[in-house]
Protein backbone atom coordinates (compact mmCIF):
# COMPACT_ATOMS: atom_id res chain seq x y z
CA UNK A 1 0.00 0.00 0.00
CA UNK A 2 1.45 3.16 -1.01
CA UNK A 3 1.32 7.14 0.91
CA UNK A 4 -1.43 8.49 -1.59
CA UNK A 5 -3.73 4.84 -0.86
CA UNK A 6 -3.42 5.49 2.86
CA UNK A 7 -4.16 9.03 2.43
CA UNK A 8 -7.55 8.39 0.27
CA UNK A 9 -8.74 6.25 3.17
CA UNK A 10 -7.77 8.55 5.39
CA UNK A 11 -9.47 11.22 3.99
CA UNK A 12 -12.59 9.20 2.84
CA UNK A 13 -12.68 7.57 6.59
CA UNK A 14 -12.97 11.27 8.04
CA UNK A 15 -15.47 12.56 5.56
CA UNK A 16 -17.86 9.26 6.52
CA UNK A 17 -17.61 10.47 10.33
CA UNK A 18 -18.66 13.71 8.93
CA UNK A 19 -21.69 12.72 7.13
CA UNK A 20 -23.21 9.93 10.00
CA UNK A 21 -22.24 12.77 12.55
CA UNK A 22 -24.96 15.26 10.35
CA UNK A 23 -27.40 12.73 10.76
CA UNK A 24 -26.47 11.88 14.39
CA UNK A 25 -26.88 15.73 15.23
CA UNK A 26 -30.61 15.89 14.75
CA UNK A 27 -31.61 12.87 16.91
CA UNK A 28 -32.97 14.09 20.36
CA UNK A 29 -31.11 12.82 23.57
CA UNK A 30 -33.79 9.95 23.91
CA UNK A 31 -33.70 8.82 20.27
CA UNK A 32 -29.55 8.89 20.60
CA UNK A 33 -29.50 6.57 23.70
CA UNK A 34 -32.55 4.07 22.72
CA UNK A 35 -31.66 0.30 22.90
CA UNK A 36 -32.75 -1.50 20.01
CA UNK A 37 -32.01 -4.65 21.13
CA UNK A 38 -29.48 -5.34 18.25
CA UNK A 39 -25.13 -5.69 18.17
CA UNK A 40 -24.69 -2.97 20.27
CA UNK A 41 -28.07 -1.46 21.03
CA UNK A 42 -27.90 2.75 20.60
CA UNK A 43 -26.60 4.85 18.10
CA UNK A 44 -24.28 6.31 20.79
CA UNK A 45 -23.14 3.00 21.41
CA UNK A 46 -22.46 2.19 18.17
CA UNK A 47 -20.87 5.67 17.46
CA UNK A 48 -18.68 5.42 20.36
CA UNK A 49 -17.21 1.58 19.68
CA UNK A 50 -16.49 2.85 15.66
CA UNK A 51 -14.45 5.79 17.84
CA UNK A 52 -12.71 3.53 19.35
CA UNK A 53 -12.12 1.03 16.14
CA UNK A 54 -10.51 4.18 14.83
CA UNK A 55 -8.69 5.10 17.42
CA UNK A 56 -6.84 1.51 17.31
CA UNK A 57 -7.08 1.70 13.42
CA UNK A 58 -4.91 5.13 13.99
CA UNK A 59 -2.47 3.88 16.34
CA UNK A 60 -4.02 6.20 19.18
CA UNK A 61 -4.71 4.79 22.46
CA UNK A 62 -8.33 5.06 23.52
Known amino acids: MNVNSIRLFWQYNED ?3 RVWSCIEHLS ?25 DSRWRGCRG
Do not use: K, T
Open 16 to 18: MHR
Open 29 to 53: DEQFVHEFGYSLGSIRNHYVHLIGA
